[in-house]
Nanobody, 128 residues
Framework: QVHLMESGGDSVQSGGSLRLSCGGS????????MAWFRQAPGKEREGVAA???????SYTNSVKGRFTISLDDAEKTLFLQMNTLQPEDTAIYYCAAARPGQTLNSFQSLNADWYNYWGQGTQVTVSS
């Protein structure tokens, strides 16, 4: 079992950047397919970016070209680099991990139903 914790959320102006981090209490995250989800007030949780065990990445259309998901060299911290932030990016952002060793296809990777472990979330607020 992996315990996830996010950090890096903040309030920024439109056009700004943030980098979110997600750690797993020292557990190598390379064993897991990982993803970032977000949930805005009154909306359903949305898959934003995913990184499979084979290091293939997937992004929801609204963040392509602006957000980048990555794993650090030690493979213990997952990042989400967010550039050119817009007010519609305002949400609580969650880090998630699938079962150890499970690979997910491009359809599954941004679907919350396939993830077993979740962090507590970090707030991102973008003002215009």
């Amino acid at each position: 079992q992996v315990h996830l914790m996010e950090s890096g959320g903040d309030s920024v102006q439109s056009g700004g950047s943030l980098r979110l981090s997600c750690g797993g209490s020292g557990v190598p995250l390379s064993r897991y397919s990982m993803a970032w989800f977000r949930q805005a007030p009154g909306k359903e949780r949305e898959g934003v970016a995913a990184l499979d065990i084979d290091r293939s990445s997937s992004y929801t259309n609204s963040v392509k070209g602006r957000f980048t998901i990555s794993l650090d060299d030690a493979e213990k911290t997952l990042f989400l680099q967010m550039n050119t932030l817009q007010p519609e990016d305002t949400a609580i952002y969650y880090c998630a991990a699938a079962r150890p060793g499970q690979t997910l296809n491009s359809f599954q990777s941004l679907n919350a139903d396939w993830y077993n472990y979740w962090g507590q979330g970090t707030q991102v607020t973008v003002s215009s």
